[in-house]
């Protein structure tokens, strides 16, 4: 059982924030991920909204501050997922797949999943044609024919980015106006081979060991008809994955969001969240870093409460 002063749990955008400034303040720090270290950012075809960077890949940017948390001594440790934590006193235990880990203060920067459509087919085709990420699985596409579903910045980005690649792009959104921004909707709609369909949504995924065609309904009309495609990229939101952190005894809101206050604490002493898992209404990695800024300062300030900095019993 190893001792730390402070375990982060997520290694997205603000869980590395955490991690910097945790170790600036001279906290022995762990960060826990269950997958590579990063985060949803490192799906991102293009940021361009991030101070000091006109333009860079979600990977290339998450990489970097991995790579600078790693170099001021934070340790990070992915593929091992948190199972649960446990109370010792005022000490937290963090139980993973592979080993238990006692800390005076945790923070939950655990992010959020992928949603689904939930329709016939998605399950059974996931991995063969059926995707959550435009940029892991965009280049073996490459000259075919792809759908995209969703309205948000998230679904109009994976869009221009597979019109790069693919040849013809049927971006499907269940309403009649995005909720992207303006300036990507208008990027993504400036492309010869990206076609909108408005008010529909997908009924059916149909293929044979991959995905050959998608059934879709018009939602105000009620008429259906078969595209023929080669793959189908879901972007319809996500959901908040707070559940190790609700059955710690963390409050969440009704969505299953951790609520914090302006100091990113929790309603249990030493517990803070940041990042997408948060009720903060925003959801992007500027304001995610931001966050975790916050909780590692926080959690320091905590340490000098208790005069137990660096220091675990």
Known sequence: MENWDVVIVGAGSAGLAAGIYAVR?????????????????????????????????????????????????????????????????EVKLVVTSN??????????????????????????????G?????????????GKKVAVVGGGNSACATALYLSGLTCN??????????????RLFLDVTSKANVAVLWNTEVEEIKGDRQVRAII????????????????????????PNSMVAKAFGVETDAAGY?????????????????????THPVKQ????????????LEVYNYFLQLRKVNVIE
Do not use: W
């Open 258 to 278: 951790i609520k914090i206050n302006l100091r990113q604490e929790t309603n249990l002493l030493g517990v803070y969240a940041a990042g997408d898992v948060t």
């Open 216 to 239: 879709v309904k018009n939602t105000v009309t009620g008429e259906k008809s078969m595209f023929n495609v080669d793959a189908l990229f879901v972007q319809v939101g996500e959901v």
């Open 25 to 89: 303040s001279g906290l022995k720090t762990l960060i826990l991920d269950e997958k590579l270290a990063g985060g949803n950012i490192g799906d991102a075809p293009k940021v361009e909204n991030y101070p000091g960077f006109i333009e860079i890949s979600g990977r290339e940017l998450s990489e970097k501050m991995a790579l600078h948390c790693k170099s001021l001594g934070a340790v990070i440790q992915e593929f091992e997922q948190v199972e649960e934590l446990k109370s010792e006193g």
């Open 169 to 182: 792009v049927t971006l499907i959104h269940r309403r009649d106006t995005f909720r992207a921004e303006h």
């Open 99 to 128: 080993a238990v880990y006692r800390a005076k203060a945790v923070i939950f920067a655990t992010g959020a999943f992928h949603k689904t459509v939930g329709v016939k087919g998605e399950q059974e085709f996931r991995g063969r």
């Open 130 to 142: 059926v995707s959550y990420c435009g940029v892991c699985d965009g280049p073996f596409f490459k």
């Open 285 to 296: 990695v500027g304001t995610a870093v931001g966050q975790g800024i916050t909780a590692a």
